[in-house]
């Protein structure tokens, strides 16, 4: 979650609409600004409703705040309880209707008027405008000192708004705003990751190099628990494990972003990349590098184009053609098998050596050799073009988890 409130304004984003506007809306509520509010205020009541419905669906699976604007009617038939009025509208509102909403907020441009919002009700408001901006070209802006005239004279939150982007935004934060409200820059930047990172100051994703896949450990967690999970990755990091991929297909979305979370810091603290099996949603919620997918999982170019071009994307593949079209899509690297039978996928169908080349091979992209691979097999895919190999029973299974890691990575360079 961070300070920054999206406002949205459909006329300045690009390319056919509602498609590239609701492909907007998703890549930033996958960075979970502070909220989005939907401010299509020139719609009719009935096309509000439709992209309402849409947006917070959208803002719904990120788990981002949406702030409906203007059309409280539409907000109660959908179910909202978060609303953006203008002040006027404000004023007319009952009591009653002003207390059935949660989020309640309304934009302001003089102290009086805060004031006022304040005592009828709203739960934040926002202020402006204090930049200059094309959005109000002609009126002077209000500057840092209106925006803490009014921040003293309330005591709810407060937004600034107005001209605000990369080269000012420290000046909202060191003020006593709550935090900032940008509209043409989300609706306008060619990269919404990049720009939200701009903003926020975010580090950059680890760096990723094939060198991350010569010892790739894929968890097992079977009936371990979560502790002894942790523990036994920990054990694997310090025996030269290169990169992680959490799998969990049994956890709800909320326990599996926890522990993405705390799993993610171990292997930051041992520079080594995290990622995420299958699930986009929980990768981008728990800040992880990246996420590997599988054959019938989201595709590839629908993930890259959601999460830009700084986040690892893997794919499995079993043929030249699947690999080949990973790589067009965007994958950053390749899991190639299974190439032995596997503990924990029981159906899994295998590849052979021959098959193993043939594929690695085929694309520039590094790949991994997956599935079934332990310290006794690993000699019989010898030259298979593979730049390391991902294991997960040989590792998590073990009783000294370091040592088997240690041993594995030692074989592991011999072979390749």
């Given at each position: ?33 502070a ?27 990120y ?35 002003r ?5 309640l ?149 909320e ?128 030259g ?24 594995m990575k ?7």
């Open positions: 979650m961070s300070d920054i409130i999206c406002i949205t304004n459909r006329k300045l984003c690009e390319g056919n609409y509602p498609e590239e506007f609701l492909s907007r809306i998703e890549k930033i509520a996958a960075n979970r600004p909220a989005i509010i939907l401010r299509e205020k020139d719609m009719t009541p009935e096309d509000y409703t439709i992209l309402a419905s849409r947006v917070l669906d959208i803002c719904r699976r788990e981002t705040q949406c702030i409906l604007h203007t059309f409280t009617n539409v907000a109660i038939s959908l179910g909202s309880d978060a609303i953006h009025v203008p002040l006027p509208v404000l004023r007319q509102m009952d009591a009653k209707e207390k059935s909403f949660r989020l907020g309304t934009s302001c441009h003089c102290v009086e008027d805060a004031e006022e919002a304040e005592k009828l009700g709203c739960t934040y408001i926002t202020a402006g405008h204090v930049f200059p901006t094309d959005c109000k070209k002609g009126l002077a802006c209000r500057g840092i000192g209106f925006l803490e005239s009014v921040c003293d004279c309330v005591d709810i939150p407060v937004y600034a708004i107005g001209g605000i982007g990369q080269q000012n935004i420290n000046m909202i934060r060191s003020s006593q705003a709550a935090g900032a409200c940008i509209m043409s820059g989300f609706m306008q930047c060619t990269d919404v990751n990049r720009y939200f990172d701009e903003l926020t100051g975010k580090v950059a994703k680890m760096e990723f190099s094939k060198e991350n896949l010569m010892l790739y450990a894929v968890t097992d967690r079977g009936g371990m628990s979560m502790q002894d999970l942790y523990n036994k990755i920990e054990e694997g990091l310090k025996g030269g494990v290169t990169m992680v991929q959490l799998r969990e297909k049994e956890l709800d979305v326990s599996f972003v926890s522990e993405a979370i705390r799993i993610k810091k171990l292997c930051h603290s041992y520079n080594v990349p995290f990622i995420v099996n299958d699930n986009v949603e929980v990768a981008l919620k728990s800040g992880a590098d990246g996420v590997h997918v599988g054959i019938e999982d989201r595709p590839v170019s629908e993930i890259r184009e959601l999460v830009g071009k700084d986040f690892i994307i893997g794919a499995t593949a079993k043929t030249i053609e699947q690999a080949q079209n990973a790589q067009a899509a965007g994958a950053d690297y390749l899991g190639v098998g299974a190439v032995f039978p596997s503990p924990t996928k029981k159906k899994v169908i295998r590849i052979t050596h021959y098959q193993l080349r043939e594929i690695c091979a085929s694309v520039s992209i590094p790949a991994v050799a997956i599935g079934g691979i332990n310290v006794d097999n690993m000699d019989e895919i010898s298979g073009g593979m730049v390391g190999i991902a294991v997960s029973s040989a590792l998590f299974a073990a009783d000294d988890v370091k040592s088997a890691a240690e041993l030692e074989k592991v360079r011999n072979l390749l």
